[in-house]
Structures are given as structure tokens and as C-alpha cells.
Nanobody, 128 residues
Framework: QVQLVESGGGSVEAGGSLRLSCVVS????????MGWFRQGTGKERERVGT???????????QYADSVKGRFSISRDNAKNTVYLEMNNLKPEDTGMYYC??????????????????WGQGTQVTVSS
């Protein structure tokens, strides 16, 4: 059974940085889509970014406009881990952050990914 576990959340001041990790167990990462999502209090869930990874080792990240230039997604397949590096954090980045996976994506991007596996979330709080 596939399990995703996020970690790395916390409280920081505006302008600070955090790195979130998502460890995948029960499946060896090869070709997949991994997404990072967030949900603030009273807000709808927002997709922060995705990364499509190929069996050949290439990776193709994409980001929401709200985080472009500040957030980056990377992965270490040997550790079965995907990261979300968040810099220049803003109060509006506050929320619960989740990773999700499609381990058999239908295409060569994450546009049609079915996010069938989710982590439990990790809280990020940014104060002004």
C-alpha cells in the first residue's frame, strides 16, 4: 500500500524559507507525477506545483503563478522523496500543505494526473 508522509512545516516570518519533504513508501519511484497542494482556512484547495518524473531521470516541474520564482520542487528518487523548497514566504502562503501522487500518470505531463494517493499534510504558518 502506497503511503505519503509530509514533514518540514512550521512557523516562519514573512521572507523566510521552509523545505517540505514528502516520503513515499510502498512504491519505488520511477515514472510518476507528484503534486503539492495547499489549503488555507476558509479557502479552497490550491495546487501549488507538480513534478513529472520519467524513468530516464528527467524531471519537469510546473508551478502556480502565485508561487513562481519563490517555490521549487525537486526529487530524490533514491530516497523516494519529493521536496518543496519555499523561499520569500508571504502570509498568504499560510495553510496546510499536502503532497499527492499519481504513480501511473496517463500522459507525459501531470495535466491529467489522478491524484490517488495523499499525505496527511503539514502546516505552514507565515506571520507578517
Amino acid at each position: 500500500q502506497v503511503q505519503l508522509v509530509e514533514s518540514g512545516g512550521g512557523s516562519v516570518e514573512a521572507g523566510g524559507s521552509l523545505r517540505l519533504s514528502c516520503v513515499v513508501s510502498g512504491h519505488r519511484l520511477g515514472r510518476y507525477c507528484m503534486g503539492w497542494f495547499r489549503q488555507g482556512t476558509g479557502k479552497e484547495r490550491e495546487r501549488v506545483g507538480t513534478i513529472y518524473s520519467t524513468n530516464g531521470g528527467a524531471a519537469y516541474p510546473q508551478y502556480a503563478d502565485s508561487v513562481k520564482g519563490r517555490f521549487s520542487i525537486s526529487r530524490d528518487n533514491a530516497k523516494n522523496t519529493v521536496y518543496l523548497e519555499m523561499n520569500n514566504l508571504k502570509p498568504e502562503d499560510t495553510g496546510m500543505y499536502y503532497c499527492a501522487a499519481d504513480l501511473m500518470p496517463p500522459g507525459i505531463t501531470c495535466g491529467s494526473a489522478a491524484w490517488s494517493s495523499w499525505g496527511q499534510g503539514t502546516q505552514v504558518t507565515v506571520s507578517s
